[in-house]
């Protein structure tokens, strides 16, 4: 990566001789008052919340979705605005958050200079919608193995804050195991129209006690699972293969599939609510 492929100050390349002032015009794109990036490179969250740290100064913290993505989250947008916290600063520039939070030094985790995993979950589940809330901290959990009970041990310390009466409806809904939206999305699904909540990814085994499968969702109970079905598994041959056969050697073992897809999620959850409550209930399960 070259010296100038991550954000920097304009005035301090200038002040040391690195670049002149039509260097900057000419080559470089401006993210933020005095900080740049050379042209041609795609800006993702990751870079625009380093300039924003940049931006900010030696006090700024990455908070949020900006947090979440230097912790390693995956499935955050690009194009998200980033967000620091940083006191003294009353106004933000376009397409920067400057929050106003505190933060306690063990919220903040110095080598990123971002909020902790509990902490950015703590300010996540607060403030975004909660559906995208769960999928977004499913995703952080799945990252850094962040547990419920951790983010709890921060909204204790901040009862008050606001959007905390929506964290607490967030958190019961956690779970790492989520391997994308999509999965999260599933299992709520499911929980909300009453069905008993289901384990991510659960391994099946064989008879001899060795693992033959992983299902998305599954309930080893009834020997029910749930498989979110992307688009790989409906247009490369050999993953389509894989999954007939598959699919047969479960059947075999005696367990019931549910498949979906991005249109039947999307357009017709009732419809997989009542196939998976069918499923459930041909295995004995308590349901209605």
């Known amino acids: 990566m070259g010296e100038f492929d991550t954000p920097f100050l304009g005035s301090a390349a200038i002040a040391n001789g690195r670049l002149?002032?039509?260097?900057?015009?000419c080559d470089y794109q401006r993210i933020f008052r005095d900080v740049y990036l050379r042209k041609g490179i795609e800006l993702?969250?990751?870079?625009?919340?380093?300039?924003?740290?940049?931006?900010?100064?030696?006090?700024?913290?990455?908070?949020?979705?900006?947090?979440?993505?230097?912790h390693g989250?995956?499935?955050?947008?690009?194009?998200?605005?980033?967000?620091?916290?940083?006191?003294?600063?009353?106004?933000?520039?376009?397409?920067?958050?400057i929050r106003g939070d505190r933060l306690?030094?063990?919220?903040v985790d110095e080598t990123l200079?971002?909020?902790?995993?509990?902490?950015?979950?703590?300010?996540?589940?607060?403030?975004?919608?909660?559906?995208?809330a769960v999928a977004t901290i499913d995703a952080l959990s799945n990252a850094t193995g962040l547990k419920a009970i951790d983010v709890?041990?921060?909204?204790?310390?901040?009862?008050?804050?606001?959007?905390?009466?929506?964290?607490?409806?967030?958190?019961?809904?956690?779970d790492g195991g989520a391997e994308s939206p999509q999965e999260t999305y599933t299992r709520l699904v499911l929980i909300e129209a009453g069905l008993p909540a289901p384990t991510t990814q659960l391994l099946i085994r064989d008879d001899y006690g060795d693992v033959i499968a992983r299902a998305?969702?599954?309930?080893?109970?009834?020997?029910?699972?749930?498989?979110?079905?992307?688009?790989?598994?409906?247009?490369?041959?050999?993953?389509?293969?894989?999954d007939i056969e598959r699919t047969a050697a479960l059947e075999a073992m005696g367990w019931r599939i549910v498949r979906v897809d991005a249109d039947l999620l999307r357009r017709r959850p009732h419809?997989?609510?009542?196939?998976?409550?069918?499923?459930?209930?041909?295995?004995?399960?308590?349901?209605n």
């Open 20 to 25: 002149t002032r039509h260097d900057l015009r």
């Open 44 to 70: 993702d969250l990751k870079l625009r919340s380093r300039a924003a740290l940049l931006f900010g100064g030696a006090n700024a913290v990455l908070v949020g979705l900006s947090a979440a993505a230097v």
């Open 73 to 97: 989250t995956k499935w955050i947008a690009d194009d998200a605005m980033p967000e620091i916290v940083r006191e003294g600063f009353l106004g933000a520039p376009k397409g920067l958050i």
């Open 104 to 107: 306690n030094d063990d919220e």
């Open 113 to 132: 200079r971002a909020t902790t995993p509990a902490r950015t979950a703590f300010d996540l589940g607060r403030r975004l919608p909660p559906r995208r």
């Open 152 to 174: 709890d041990a921060i909204a204790m310390r901040y009862p008050g804050a606001r959007g905390i009466v929506k964290l607490r409806t967030v958190l019961p809904l956690i």
């Open 216 to 242: 998305d969702l599954g309930w080893q109970r009834w020997k029910v699972i749930v498989e979110y079905d992307g688009a790989q598994h409906w247009t490369d041959p050999r993953q389509r293969s894989h």
């Open 271 to 287: 419809i997989l609510v009542a196939r998976v409550r069918a499923a459930l209930r041909a295995a004995g399960a308590p349901v």
